[in-house]
């Protein structure tokens, strides 16, 4: 597909015409919305491929490389509805709905729900999970009352605090921070508790404890190439969508009123009539101009915003190590959280091309990232091996890695760290012809693929409401 784009992206104006930036599922759900709408869309991407953080590709061998392992929650629903208009939503394989942990030593418990209304179906989880003390849950239970009922202004009230502060000034058991709640802040946004505000914690737990089926997990039956951005693309390519691969946007030209055009990395500069922006927040830093940051605090806001480091890894095994066909949590090592994709994905079942059923292909994300990122693939492939064999003594003692892969992303999701939730932009920003999505732009469900389809809709309807269109 990506042959097809070898032409330079065009000038247009004419009333309707939109420039997105940036081809993750934020920008490419917008360009969909806005065809779809009948404005003439041109997107640009830097990459050679499409799909941002949930873009795969295969390797020399032909096997499928992800940026990273990706779960569906069943709290989504905008990107639902789009696999729905797809026709790829039965692509999703849903999973026993229990929440899976492995400590050092082989030691592990498990959250389980029982199909009763919320809150009751977590009554096993928070009494029979095998590891914590009733004591020890009773006191966080006590907890949950604003958890369940304080909704989303209880949250955002404890944006000052780190999880860890929160966790700490109610008591609550060091055991539990340091072996449920670390793997799911690692796992959430591959930062651990100690510098993720409270704030993103509590929403996710509310949003669990609140909703039965919020914390069900689905994987892709294979590659998110195959069933998600690369049916995404081919639609916009048939609605007309000019899609650009290999096109980098250096700077936003603004003209103290608005947005006049984007200077190109070849030089070229490109106009239409509205301006979308899909870019990563450390790459949209760079493409503000100064004048532009200092117009309004809604610019220089978001200045304050990075991205995390990440690292993922897929290994081969030679043997079976887990019968768990489902995300694993390990606060112990460094894979906080990993899944044998072998299992979970059958698609991935294979190995240079041969079948790999029987045996172990594990995807694991590599977190805290920040040290990490910088050892070499040699120390990095130990390391994860030692956490491994160290998790599952028995089955992979004696295993063998018959292939590896690495991907590492230096700026991945926003960093949602303390005192951030308040410079969070809008789609809708104060320069009339410019728009924002992406995942660090208000939406409740961060920066997920859901909080990025949100972002794309939220962004498109805001531009239709500009022009006078009904979304
Ligand atoms: C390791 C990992 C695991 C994850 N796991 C999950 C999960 O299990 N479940 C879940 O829901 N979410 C998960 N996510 C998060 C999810 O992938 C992202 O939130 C989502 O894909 C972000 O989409 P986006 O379009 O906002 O941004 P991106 O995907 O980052 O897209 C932005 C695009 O802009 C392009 N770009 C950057 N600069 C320029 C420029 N100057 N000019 C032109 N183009 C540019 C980039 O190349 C990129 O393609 C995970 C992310 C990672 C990294």
């Given at each position: 597909?990506?042959?097809?784009?070898?032409?330079?992206?065009?000038?247009?104006?004419?009333?309707?015409?939109?420039?997105?930036?940036?081809?993750?599922?934020?920008?490419?759900?917008?360009?969909?919305?806005?065809?779809?709408?009948?404005?003439?869309?041109?997107?640009?991407?830097?990459?050679?491929?499409?799909?941002?953080?949930?873009?795969?590709?295969?390797?020399?061998?032909?096997?499928?490389?992800?940026?990273?392992?990706?779960?569906?929650?069943?709290?989504?629903?905008?990107?639902?509805?789009?696999?729905?208009?797809?026709?790829?939503?039965?692509?999703?394989?849903?999973?026993t709905h229990e929440l899976n942990y492995r400590l050092s030593q082989g030691v592990k418990f498990k959250f389980k729900t029982w199909n009763l209304p919320s809150p009751l179906h977590l009554t096993p989880a928070l009494f029979r999970n095998g590891y914590f003390s009733i004591p020890e849950m009773l006191t966080f239970a006590k907890v949950l009352g604003p958890i369940l009922f304080g909704g989303d202004k209880y949250n955002e009230a404890q944006d000052h605090l780190t999880y860890r502060e929160w966790h700490e000034q109610r008591g609550l058991s060091q055991r539990m921070i340091k072996k449920m709640f670390l793997p799911m802040a690692l796992a959430l946004k591959f930062l651990p508790p100690d510098i993720l505000s409270a704030n993103i914690v509590?929403?996710?737990?509310?949003?669990?404890?609140?909703?039965?089926?919020?914390?069900?997990?689905?994987?892709?039956?294979?590659?998110?190439?195959?069933?998600?951005?690369?049916?995404?693309?081919?639609?916009?390519?048939?609605?007309?969508?000019?899609?650009?691969?290999?096109?980098?946007?250096?700077?936003?030209?603004?003209?103290?009123?608005?947005?006049?055009?984007?200077?190109?990395?070849?030089?070229?500069?490109?106009?239409?009539?509205?301006?979308?922006?899909?870019?990563?927040?450390?790459?949209?830093?760079?493409?503000?101009?100064?004048?532009?940051?200092?117009?309004?605090?809604?610019?220089?806001?978001?200045?304050?915003?990075?991205?995390?480091?990440?690292?993922?890894?897929?290994?081969?095994?030679?043997?079976?190590?887990?019968?768990?066909?489902?995300?694993?949590?390990?606060?112990?090592?460094?894979?906080?959280?990993?899944?044998?994709?072998?299992?979970?994905?059958?698609?991935?079942?294979?190995?240079?091309?041969?079948?790999?059923?029987?045996?172990?292909?594990?995807?694991?994300?590599?977190?805290?990232?920040?040290?990490?990122?910088?050892?070499?693939?040699?120390?990095?492939?130990?390391?994860?091996?030692?956490?491994?064999?160290?998790?599952?003594?028995?089955?992979?003692?004696?295993?063998?890695?018959?292939?590896?892969?690495?991907?590492?992303?230096?700026?991945?999701?926003?960093?949602?760290?303390?005192?951030?939730?308040?410079?969070?932009?809008?789609?809708?920003?104060?320069?009339?012809?410019?728009?924002?999505?992406?995942?660090?732009?208000?939406?409740?469900?961060?920066?997920?693929?859901?909080?990025?389809?949100?972002?794309?809709?939220?962004?498109?309807?805001?531009?239709?409401?500009?022009?006078?269109?009904?979304?």
């Amino acid at each position: 597909m990506n042959d097809m784009m070898t032409a330079a992206p065009q000038t247009t104006t004419g009333g309707n015409s939109v420039l997105i930036l940036g081809g993750g599922l934020a920008g490419l759900t917008a360009a969909k919305r806005l065809v779809d709408k009948g404005f003439s869309v041109q997107l640009v991407e830097k990459r050679d491929i499409f799909g941002g953080k949930v873009s795969a590709w295969k390797d020399k061998d032909g096997d499928w490389v992800e940026t990273g392992l990706h779960c569906f929650f069943g709290a989504y629903k905008e990107i639902y509805d789009l696999m729905k208009e797809l026709g790829t939503y039965d692509a999703i394989l849903w999973k026993t709905h229990e929440l899976n942990y492995r400590l050092s030593q082989g030691v592990k418990f498990k959250f389980k729900t029982w199909n009763l209304p919320s809150p009751l179906h977590l009554t096993p989880a928070l009494f029979r999970n095998g590891y914590f003390s009733i004591p020890e849950m009773l006191t966080f239970a006590k907890v949950l009352g604003p958890i369940l009922f304080g909704g989303d202004k209880y949250n955002e009230a404890q944006d000052h605090l780190t999880y860890r502060e929160w966790h700490e000034q109610r008591g609550l058991s060091q055991r539990m921070i340091k072996k449920m709640f670390l793997p799911m802040a690692l796992a959430l946004k591959f930062l651990p508790p100690d510098i993720l505000s409270a704030n993103i914690v509590l929403a996710v737990t509310g949003e669990f404890l609140r909703r039965p089926d919020a914390s069900k997990m689905g994987f892709l039956k294979g590659s998110p190439q195959e069933y998600l951005t690369g049916p995404l693309c081919d639609y916009l390519q048939k609605k007309g969508v000019k899609l650009y691969t290999n096109s980098r946007a250096v700077e936003l030209i603004y003209d103290g009123e608005k947005i006049t055009g984007v200077k190109m990395a070849n030089g070229e500069t490109l106009t239409a009539d509205y301006y979308l922006t899909a870019l990563p927040v450390h790459n949209l830093k760079t493409v503000m101009p100064d004048h532009l940051k200092a117009s309004h605090p809604f610019f220089s806001n978001i200045c304050a915003f990075e991205g995390v480091p990440v690292v993922t890894i897929q290994v081969w095994y030679d043997r079976q190590i887990t019968d768990i066909d489902n995300i694993l949590f390990s606060p112990d090592g460094v894979i906080p959280f990993y899944a044998d994709v072998a299992q979970t994905t059958p698609e991935y079942a294979t190995m240079q091309g041969l079948s790999h059923k029987g045996k172990t292909r594990f995807e694991v994300g590599v977190a805290p990232a920040k040290d990490l990122i910088k050892l070499s693939d040699a120390e990095l492939i130990a390391k994860v091996d030692s956490s491994i064999k160290d998790l599952f003594p028995e089955t992979a003692k004696d295993a063998k890695i018959l292939k590896h892969t690495i991907v590492r992303v230096p700026q991945s999701v926003y960093a949602p760290y303390p005192g951030l939730e308040q410079k969070r932009p809008t789609q809708k920003t104060p320069v009339r012809n410019l728009f924002m999505a992406g995942g660090y732009t208000k939406n409740r469900f961060y920066d997920s693929m859901e909080g990025a389809v949100s972002t794309g809709n939220k962004a498109a309807a805001e531009l239709l409401k500009t022009h006078g269109v009904p979304a």
